[in-house]
C-alpha cells in the first residue's frame, strides 16, 4: 500500500513562526513535524510515499531528500498554484494505483492504523476518515456517523450552533481510487469542503473510523504548544533524541551546562546547548540546538527553535521562540507569546502576554510592546454571532479593535471596490463608522455613507444598488455592547465561508498595504431612506378600509421615518419612547390603537401588540408571516425556521402555498424571499402588512389572532458548557438512531404520535435551547422533560 503525505500548507495559523518555515518543517522536540508522519506510516509497513509541496517546499526536499535516510521512498508532487487537499492528492493520482492512506504533514498520531485499514476493506468502503473526539470542534470537520460507521453528515469548521458532535476529522484517510471520478484536474479542491459531502450526497460508501489513541495537528499556535505538553506528560509515546541524565531530562549531544546551572524536569536541550552558571530551565521547556541560555536567566513552559541567544538576567514564560532570534539581557518575555526568526530584542526589553512579534524586527532598548508587530490579538475560536462581531463597547470593542477589523475587511477586497457603510445614531457607533471608513480607505477601497438608522433600509439598498456589500455598525446601550454588522452585495448577511475569511485575515493579520495614490475615497453624497420608503409604500395593492391608529415605541431618532410612511398609508400614529408591557396597554386602550409596535436594533426586530393589548407571541408572529407572505404577497413557498410549528404546514395549505423548513439564520430566511423586504426582519415592513391584512380581513387583529390555529410549542433553555456541547448532541443522535431525525438545523426528532422534539445548539451562548411540540400541552411538556433530564445525564456521566 502506498501513502500520500500533503505538505503543501502555508502554516498561516502559525505565524509569525511559519513566515519562512514550511508547516511539515516546524520542529515539535527538536524534529520536524512530517517526520513523524514518515515514522507513522513506516511502523505500518507503508514505505512508498508521495509528498504534495507547494509553499517553500526547497526546503522540505533538501532535508527529506529521498526519504533513504528514513528507510523509504519519497516521491515529490509540486503545485504551481495551491490546488486544495483533494486537489493536490488528485495532483499525485499517476503515482497511486490501488487503495491509498492520506496523511497531513502537520499530524502527530500513535493511532493503529492497521485497524482502521481493516474496518475499511470490511466495509467496502470508498473512503474512511479516521475520527477523533475533540471538546472544541471548530476548527476541524465535524462528522455524525450512524451506528455502523456509515458517515451521516459532514460539517466543514462547524459555527457553534452547527456542533452536533464532538466527533471530527483528524486528516487522515483510506481512499480507494473511485474518489477520483469525482475530482477534476487542476482546480481548487478540498476534502471537506466538496469531496465528503458530494460523496454523501451520492450515496457512496464514506464511512469514519474512530481511532483509539493520541491525535494533534500543530496547525495553530496553542495546539503546537500543547502536544510538546502532551508529550512530556505521557500522553503519546514517540521517542526523544537524546540522553536522559535525571529525571525527565533529556540532553543531546555536546551540551554545556555550567555548574550552578538549575533544571528541573520535564526538559529536553538538544544538540550543542551552553546553559551558563545560575541560570534555570523550569519544566516544560525545549531548547532547539546550538542555543545559548545567559547566566541568572530563566526559561519556562517555553519552546526554543534553533540558535536562540537568551542574555543574562532574562525571563521567558510559556513563550514560543523561532530560529536565530537574540533577546538581550534582564528582558522579559511572558506567557502566549510567539517571536518569529531573526528577531533582535535588546536589553530591558517587555513583551506582554499574547503578543506576536513577526521577523526580522529589532526592539530597541528598553521597549514595552503590548501589541504584536504586526498587529496581533489573541481571537476566540469565532468572532462572529448572530448579529455580526459584537463586543463591549470601548472595552472589547476599541477604536484599535475596529481599525484591525476594517483593515482585515477591506483587505478582501479588491482595490477601488466601493461598500456602503453605515451606522445608529449613536455617538459612539458614528465614531467607530469613521474609523471603520479611514481603515478601509487606507486598503484601497472606496466608501459611501449611509444617513440613516433603519438597518432594512440599508439593507434594500444594497440589493438594488452595486456596492460590493456593507457594513452597519450599532451601540446597544441597556448591553454596552457594539455590532459591526457585515453584507454582501444583495443586502444579506455574509455567508460563513466569508465570515470564516474575515476571521482568518485578522488572526493571521494578512493586511494590505498600498501606495499613496491608490488610497480609497469617500463618495460624495450619501444614500437615505427615501427609495426604501417609495418601494415599501408600493407593497400595498388595496386602500385600508378605515383610517387606522398605531402606537408606535422606537428610539426618537426613528420617528419621522415611521411616522411619515404610516401616515402615508392612511394610518395615524401615536408615538412614546418605549414603556413595559403593561404601559404599552394602557395607552392603547386610551387611544383606542388598532396595534403597537415596539422598534428595536434600528427596526428589524420587533415586538407586536393586538388592539386589546395583548402582545403576540413567536408563534403568533409567525403565523401572521406566513399568511401575509400567501395572502398578500402571493407567495407559494415560504420558509420558516426549524423550530416553526407543524401548524404552520395546515395553515399554508389552506392558502395553497407551503412552508420550508430553514435555519434560523438571517441570511437563510432573507434569501428565500422573492422580494427584499420581510415580516420577520423588519419592523416598519410589517406594520405596512398588518395595514393591509387588516384591511382584507376587515376585521380587529384580535380577532384574527383569535382564528390562528393552536399551537402546543414549548421552548426551554438547558445550560451545556462549550466543551461539553459535542459529547452531548453525538449521545442524543446515538441513543435516537431508530427514529427519524433530520439535520436542517439542530437534531430534529420525530415522534410515532406527530410531535416532535429540536434541540438547538445556540451561537452566542452555552446553552441548547429545546423545541417541543405534541397533540396536547402536556405531552409537550413530558417530551421535553425527558431530553432536559437525558442532556444532565450526560453531562453528570
Known amino acids: 500500500m502506498k501513502a500520500v503525505i500533503m505538505a503543501g500548507g502555508r502554516g498561516t495559523r502559525l505565524r509569525p513562526l511559519t513566515c519562512h518555515v514550511p508547516k511539515p518543517m516546524v520542529p515539535v522536540m527538536n524534529k520536524p513535524v512530517m517526520e513523524y508522519s514518515i515514522e507513522w506510516l513506516k511502523k505500518f509497513g507503508i514505505t512508498e510515499i508521495a509528498v504534495t509541496v507547494q509553499y517553500l517546499s526547497d526546503k522540505i526536499q533538501h532535508y527529506f531528500g529521498d526519504g533513504s535516510r528514513f528507510g523509504v521512498h519519497l516521491y515529490y508532487f509540486e503545485e504551481t498554484t495551491p490546488l486544495g487537499t483533494a486537489g493536490s492528492v488528485k495532483h499525485a493520482q499517476s503515482f497511486l494505483d490501488d487503495t491509498f492512506v492520506v496523511i497531513s504533514a502537520d499530524t502527530i498520531t500513535d493511532f493503529n492504523l492497521a485497524e482502521a485499514i481493516h474496518f475499511h476493506f470490511s466495509k467496502k468502503s470508498i473512503a474512511t476518515i479516521l475520527m477523533h473526539h475533540e471538546a472544541y470542534p471548530l476548527s476541524y470537520g465535524g462528522i455524525i456517523t450512524d451506528q455502523n460507521g456509515k458517515i451521516q453528515r459532514f460539517v466543514e469548521k462547524p459555527k457553534w450552533n452547527e456542533v452536533y458532535s464532538d466527533t471530527v476529522n483528524t486528516g487522515i484517510y483510506i481512499f480507494e481510487q473511485k474518489i477520483f471520478e469525482y475530482m477534476e484536474e487542476a482546480i481548487h479542491y478540498d476534502f471537506g469542503q466538496h469531496l465528503f459531502p458530494t460523496l454523501i450526497e451520492s450515496g457512496e460508501n464514506l464511512y469514519g473510523f474512530l481511532g483509539n489513541g493520541y491525535w494533534s495537528d500543530i496547525g495553530a499556535i ?16 514517540i521517542p526523544i533524541s537524546g540522553k536522559e541524565i535525571a529525571p525527565n531530562v533529556w540532553v543531546g549531544n555536546n551540551v554545556y551546562i555550567e555548574e550552578g546551572a538549575t533544571i528541573n524536569g520535564p526538559v529536553f536541550i538538544g544538540d550543542d546547548v551552553v546553559i551558563h552558571k545560575h541560570a534555570k530551565i523550569e519544566p516544560y521547556t525545549v531548547i532547539g540546538p546550538r542555543s545559548v541560555i545567559g547566566e541568572h536567566a530563566s526559561v519556562k513552559r517555553s519552546i526554543l527553535w534553533p540558535n536562540v541567544y537568551v542574555d543574562r538576567n532574562s525571563e521567558l514564560r510559556g513563550t514560543i521562540v523561532a530560529d536565530k532570534v537574540y533577546i538581550g539581557k534582564n528582558s522579559e518575555i511572558l506567557d502566549d507569546t510567539a517571536i518569529g526568526t531573526q528577531c533582535k530584542l535588546n536589553d530591558k526589553v517587555k513583551v506582554k502576554p499574547s503578543v506576536k512579534i513577526w521577523p526580522g524586527k529589532l526592539l530597541t532598548k528598553g521597549a514595552t510592546v503590548n501589541q504584536s508587530l504586526m498587529w496581533g490579538k489573541k481571537f476566540k475560536p469565532s468572532l462572529f454571532g448572530k448579529f455580526g462581531i459584537k463586543g463591549s463597547a470601548n472595552i472589547e470593542m476599541t477604536p484599535e479593535f475596529v481599525a484591525k477589523i476594517a483593515s482585515a475587511y477591506g483587505s478582501m477586497h479588491d482595490v477601488g471596490d466601493q461598500v456602503l457603510i453605515g451606522s445608529d445614531h449613536h455617538p459612539f457607533s458614528r465614531l467607530l463608522q469613521t474609523v471603520f471608513t479611514q481603515a478601509m480607505h487606507a486598503c484601497g477601497m472606496d466608501t459611501n455613507e449611509y444617513g440613516s438608522t433603519l438597518l432594512p433600509a440599508f439593507r434594500y439598498t444594497l440589493a438594488k444598488k452595486s456596492y460590493r456589500g456593507g457594513v452597519f455598525l450599532f451601540t446597544n446601550e441597556r448591553e454596552n455592547e457594539v455590532i459591526i454588522d457585515f453584507y454582501d452585495e444583495n443586502g444579506y448577511p455574509i455567508d460563513s465561508t466569508t465570515e470564516k475569511k474575515l476571521e482568518n485575515m485578522l488572526a493571521q493579520e494578512n493586511i494590505r498595504r498600498i501606495s499613496l495614490e491608490r488610497i480609497g475615497t469617500c463618495v460624495d453624497g450619501f444614500e437615505t431612506d427615501e427609495e426604501y ?100 404577497n402571493m407567495n ?117 404520535d406527530g410531535g416532535w422534539t429540536l434541540i438547538l445548539p445556540e451561537l452566542d451562548e452555552p446553552v441548547l435551547t429545546i423545541y417541543s411540540q405534541a397533540a396536547d400541552l402536556q405531552k409537550a411538556k413530558e417530551t421535553a422533560k425527558y431530553y432536559i433530564k437525558k442532556i444532565r445525564q450526560y453531562q453528570n456521566a
Not at 395615524?572 to 415596539?598: G, L, N, P, T, Y
Not at 387583529?701 to 390555529?709: E, V
Request: glycine share 2%.
Open 533 to 632: 420608503v417609495r418601494a415599501l409604500i408600493k407593497q400595498v395593492d388595496l386602500s385600508p378600509y378605515k383610517r387606522f391608529k398605531a402606537l408606535v415605541c422606537s428610539h426618537f431618532a426613528m420617528k419621522e421615518v415611521i411616522v411619515n410612511t404610516l401616515n402615508r398609508l392612511n394610518c395615524d400614529v401615536v408615538f412614546m419612547e418605549q414603556e413595559s408591557d403593561e404601559q404599552i396597554a394602557r395607552k392603547m386602550k386610551e387611544v383606542r390603537a388598532d396595534f403597537a409596535v415596539i422598534f428595536y436594533k434600528n427596526g428589524e426586530s420587533f415586538d407586536l401588540f393586538d388592539d386589546q393589548g395583548n402582545k403576540i407571541t413567536p408563534e403568533e408572529k409567525l403565523s401572521l408571516y406566513v399568511i401575509a407572505s400567501l395572502l398578500v
Open 222 to 237: 496553542e495546539q503546537y504548544h500543547q502536544t510538546h505538553l502532551d508529550v512530556f506528560q505521557g500522553k503519546i509515546r
Open 636 to 752: 407559494r413557498v415560504v420558509a420558516v425556521p426549524s423550530y416553526a410549528s407543524s401548524a404552520l404546514e395546515l395553515l399554508a395549505e389552506r392558502l395553497n402555498g407551503q412552508v420550508v423548513y430553514v435555519n434560523e439564520t438571517r441570511r437563510d430566511m432573507l434569501k428565500m424571499n422573492s422580494h427584499p423586504f420581510h415580516f420577520c426582519f423588519d419592523a416598519l415592513y410589517a406594520c405596512v402588512q398588518m395595514i393591509q391584512l387588516l384591511s382584507i380581513e376587515r376585521c380587529s387583529l384580535s380577532s384574527f389572532i383569535a382564528l390562528l390555529p393552536n399551537i402546543h410549542l414549548l421552548r426551554h433553555h438547558v445550560p451545556c458548557s462549550w466543551s461539553e456541547r459535542g459529547m452531548v448532541m453525538r449521545k442524543l443522535i446515538s441513543e435516537m438512531h431508530e427514529r427519524k431525525i433530520d439535520f436542517i438545523d439542530g437534531i430534529k426528532v420525530y415522534h410515532e
